[in-house]
């Protein structure tokens, strides 16, 4: 057996089999059994999540209930094969995890992309940004689906690592929900591109580390056809919607081989494949190859009989290749025919029940243990400080990103984005809006996988609640590096833990997700990336809260106050400007995040609201200034809440992350602060929103000079 | 009225443009690229999207479909009013309907915001905003056109010659513009600048 | 279409690019990164699209015709592009 299964999973294999595995079969196992498909590391640490109130969590995509509509969201990691080719790696990461959502018969409807490159500072990282930015446009615009959020985070630790986190959202009445088991005698047919030698082995390469050099890297790497891709959502939508279909299931990591043998897994059946039948795009192509190609574009449907003249009507009306490749029937085996011999015959339940590894017990390393412990001593002065994070990477506008994408396609998209935390969509057939958002948080993870995840969640569930929106449910995708390192271990472990009792507290289910291991090079590991994509509720009768400011409004903090003694471990301003990373990350207030989702929303139907925005990366002065330049307004107020500070106090106070906090605006001080004082809630006076500089606490600042950073820096890095 | 919408293998705004021309009170009904007479219809909206994937060249392959040929008898029967939205008006360049051609914009990359232009419709002028969404949208065209130029960009998104963003043909029976009306209608976000271009149509058509 | 038995089938190149007075804007970002190299100034820089293909005809004279037709109004757009066959002759 070839050397990426290590040899006492092959052990494991003979002893279950109870046989050796022949070469093809050698293959199979090699794939199935990898970490992409099989989840070896993952398995036994994922089913601790909090399930309930999800939507078919073990299908394609899980999602939520509305009415009578599921609305399904995934997000999936492409972050390997960006690396290698950054614009079919983007391509066909969008592309997967749209056909994810198409299997259950629900028409995706949006994108989402959550990404993390270095600093756009060298030629080979703006090469990276500029191909994934463009194989997301090409592709996603093409298809139509709109791109409507997402989050861009620059980090040294992703050189040559970049992580390309793509979500997919998708509608479906309930009564039209197809699954992927398949039953006993069925016809199984492959529908799209022919199959040809692109991608082949992918997933056994999404479970190892990148090589040296990456030019030896680029064969497996899948080749995206948009408009193929859009032939082959409508004419799937077509097909789920006739009598006699059963299910379905997207050709993916290990293509036409996982697809179909975990659907006969599920359905309990056999099945056997007659790879004769199987459309190519070139001959000579070997029949491991034929199992494990990673062609993009095609979709397996478990059909009866009398079904099959229908779907080949439909597939030629959209002018897609289609082949009738097998069937199913009693039994428990996974069967390869050829030319009527049998290749390989092997028990589902070998095949697809790979060997899991225990990650625990794990332990805090002395290296966290002493990063947790440090004390941040540095500090700069204020002026500086705020000339630096005003043009920082990651506070300015991610306007250069997603006006490459189209968030208008389709005639949902509700919002611009940036407008507010979260993109929104109108859904007319349940009289609701519904939001999405991606959030990560690398540097807490770093310091604290616990806290760091479950803050990650909060940052999602704040900026839908700052939205207006009630928050449902949540996909996630956790990038780390090799799970053999014990640091990966015990970060991965405690992070699903943290994610867990987050989500158990806030009563909000995850419904699907994804891993992505080994994210590591030579002796590099990238944070431990915690990435969150959250959907939320809005009856249609009430209005998105918006996070931009106007002239005149009053500006007030609410939440959890920072003080001297508050943890700020993790906080953007300490690596950027200090390049520290170290400290406590802060505790949320679970109750105090309760009241406050009641506060926002009572707020707004009270009409005193006028915008909210969470407050996250940067603090209460990154918070603000971000908001002010979008808005384009000035500010005048105060900020720093303690006698006597000093630079390295005032720095914290002002850019220092601590957790349930938001900024709110009004045009209505006395009916605010009386609804504050009668409800008990925690809040500050900031400010008033006038003139056309931001002046707080002596120190003051032209608008127009930082705007003009916030709007442009990215564009001027991008594209010298 | 009865407004055709037209939908190639890889269009994609056809909901929202049939929405859109329903709320301005058409009835409408989408046709394929196989249809081969229009002569039911006031008005063929080709709507925007990729039609074949934009492949070759934006526009390029829907012209060999026998809509298009039906297009030109509908055109010679002076018979109503054509309109190309986005790929609608790529396709209308590339079939000759309409003067020059649309080439990849200035910034090589595709460009989705809401943009100001200048509405200039029998005399009048007016400011107004609209979304554009496109990578090959640049418009070119040898020798004048001025006079039949009824859109143009105040910010120019993508390098079209003389900020040209909609134009119509000599005898204004068939338009084109990159920008997207039906985007700027139903939603106050996006405002509801994109009903002028309707009412230009139905008024055009009222016009006999 | 019919093919007769005496076709005999051609190999053809075709390059299509923007014509002069049209503004290359890929190509002047290549000539810009050029010179931003240091490798050479004002290098004129022109992208197009190569193009080959199969056609079938009697003799050449027909596939040229064939091939021209195909490139005029299929490949290019005559308003902004221009065609230049690289090649064509008879596949053996």
């Known amino acids: 057996m070839s050397s990426s299964v290590d040899e006492n999973l092959k052990k494991e294999i003979e002893k279950r089999l109870k046989r050796t595995p022949n070469e093809l079969e050698n293959h199979l196992f090699e794939a199935l059994w990898s970490e992409h498909c099989g989840y070896l590391h993952s398995k036994k640490q994922l089913k601790k999540l909090n399930f309930k109130g999800s939507l078919l969590p073990d299908e394609n995509s899980g999602g939520v209930k509305i009415g009578n509509h599921g609305v399904f969201f995934k997000v999936e990691s492409h972050n390997h094969p960006c690396a290698i080719e950054p614009y079919q790696g983007a391509a066909t990461g969008i592309g997967g995890i749209i056909r994810d959502i198409l299997a259950l018969n629900a028409r995706p409807v949006a994108l989402l992309n959550s990404l993390k490159f270095a600093y756009p500072d060298t030629k080979e990282t703006k090469h990276i940004i500029n191909g994934v930015t463009k194989g997301i446009s090409d592709y996603g615009n093409s298809c139509g689906i709109s791109d409507i959020a997402g989050e861009v985070i620059f980090d040294e630790c992703y050189k040559d690592l970049p992580l390309v986190n793509v979500m997919a959202a998708g509608l479906a009445p309930l009564d039209k929900v197809k699954l992927s088991a398949f039953r006993e005698d069925l016809e199984v047919v492959l529908l799209g591109s022919a199959t040809g030698l692109d991608g082949v082995g992918g997933a056994a390469f999404a479970s190892k580390k990148l090589a040296k050099n990456k030019n030896e890297e680029k064969i497996h790497v899948q080749i995206g056809d948009p408009f193929v891709k859009k032939l082959l959502i409508e004419a799937t939508l077509e097909i789920l919607d006739l009598d006699g279909v059963v299910s379905c299931q997207d050709c993916g990591a290990a293509g036409l081989l996982s697809s179909t043998s975990e659907m006969a897994y599920k359905g309990k059946c056999s099945f056997e494949l007659e790879l004769d039948k199987v459309h190519l795009a070139q001959k000579n192509i070997e029949p491991w190859q034929i199992m494990l190609s990673e062609t993009q574009e095609r979709m397996v449907f478990a059909l009866k009989k009398e079904a099959l003249p229908e779907v080949f009507k439909i597939a030629q009306k959209y002018e897609l290749e289609a082949s009738c490749i097998g069937r199913t029937f009693k039994g428990s085996n996974y069967i390869i025919k050829k030319d009527s011999k049998i290749l390989s015959s092997t028990p589902l339940d070998v095949l697809c029940n790979p060997y899991c590894y225990d990650l625990e017990p794990v332990f805090e390393s002395d290296e966290i243990k002493y990063l947790k412990d440090k004390k941040c001593e540095l500090f700069m002065d204020i002026e500086t400080a705020v000339e630096k994070m005003a043009s920082s990477y990651n506070l300015v506008s991610r306007k250069w990103f997603y006006e490459q994408w189209d968030y208008l396609v389709g005639g949902r998209s509700y919002v611009a984005p940036e407008s507010t935390g979260v993109g929104v969509l109108k859904f007319e057939e349940e009289n609701c809006f519904v939001a999405f958002c991606m959030d990560t948080n690398p540097l807490m993870c770093a310091l604290d996988p616990y806290l760091g995840s479950q803050n990650t969640l909060l940052e999602s569930y704040r900026n839908l609640v700052s939205s207006g929106f009630e928050p449902l449910g949540f996909t996630n995708c956790l990038n780390f590096a090799s799970p053999k390192g014990d640091d990966t271990k015990y970060s991965f472990v405690k992070s699903i833990e943290g994610l867990r009792d987050c989500s158990l507290k806030l009563n909000t289910p995850v419904v699907s997700g994804n891993v992505s291991f080994y994210n590591e090079a030579k002796d590099k590991k990238i944070y431990p990336s915690v990435t969150v994509g959250m959907c939320g509720f809005l009856d249609i009768n009430k209005p998105v809260i918006k996070s931009g400011f106007a002239m005149q409004d009053e500006i007030y903090l609410i939440g959890k106050m920072i003080n001297k003694n508050s943890n700020v471990g993790g906080s953007l301003y300490q690596k950027e400007l200090l390049d520290f990373l170290g400290g406590s990350v802060d505790e949320p207030d679970f109750e105090l995040e309760d009241i406050l989702k009641k506060t926002i929303f009572s707020l707004r139907d009270k009409k005193i609201l006028k915008s909210a925005v969470d407050v996250s990366k940067g603090g209460i002065l990154g918070t603000l200034f971000r908001v002010l330049c979008a808005s384009n307004i000035g500010f005048v107020g105060k900020l720093i809440n303690e006698e006597n500070a000093d630079d390295k106090l005032k720095l914290k106070l002002l850019f220092g992350e601590i957790q349930t906090r938001y900024i709110i605006s009004t045009q209505n001080k006395k009916e605010l602060e009386s609804y504050f004082v009668e409800n008990n809630i925690p809040y500050l006076y900031l400010g008033k929103c006038i003139g056309d500089k931001i002046k707080f606490d002596g120190y003051e600042f032209e608008l127009a000079k930082l705007r003009e950073k916030y709007l442009n820096l990215l564009q001027n890095a991008l594209e010298d | 009225m009865k407004a055709a919408v037209v939908v190639f293998l890889g269009t994609n705004c056809q909901v929202e443009t049939k929405a859109a021309l329903e709320a301005y009170g058409f009835e409408t009904k989408y046709v394929d690229s196989n249809t081969k007479n229009l002569d039911e219809f006031d008005c063929i909206f080709l709507s925007g999207g990729f039609s074949y994937g934009d492949y070759l060249r934006s526009g390029r392959i829907a012209k060999f479909t026998p809509l298009v040929e039906s297009l030109y008898s509908y055109v010679e029967k002076q018979r109503g009013v054509i309109a190309g939205i986005c790929n609608g008006f790529q396709i209308l360049c590339e079939a000759h309907l309409l003067p020059g051609a649309l080439i990849e914009n200035d910034c090589l990359k595709f460009v989705c915001k809401n943009t100001p232009l200048e509405l200039d419709f029998n005399g009048t002028k007016k400011k107004i905003n609209l979304p554009v969404a496109h990578r090959e949208g640049k418009y070119f065209y040898r020798g004048d056109v001025s006079e039949f130029v009824f859109l143009r960009y105040l910010k120019n998104p993508n390098g079209s010659k003389d900020n040209i963003a909609g134009l119509y043909d000599n005898k204004k029976r068939i338009m084109g513009l990159m920008p997207h009306p039906e985007r700027a209608f139903f939603n106050e976000n996006f405002g509801f600048d994109g009903r002028e271009i309707f009412k230009i149509i139905k008024d055009e058509l009222k016009r006999g | ?92």
Do not use: P
């Open chain 3, 1 to 92: 279409m019919i093919i007769l038995k005496s076709m005999k089938n051609y190999a053809a190149k075709v390059i299509v690019s923007l014509r002069d007075d049209v503004k290359d804007t890929q190509g002047l970002s290549v000539d810009k990164m050029l010179k931003r190299l240091n490798i050479e100034e004002n290098a004129n820089f022109r992208t197009g699209k190569f193009y080959s293909f199969k056609i079938s005809a009697q003799n050449l004279d027909s596939a040229k015709e064939k091939l021209n037709f195909i490139c005029s109004e299929i490949l290019s757009n005559k308003v902004v592009e221009k065609y230049e066959i690289i090649d064509l002759k008879e596949l053996k």
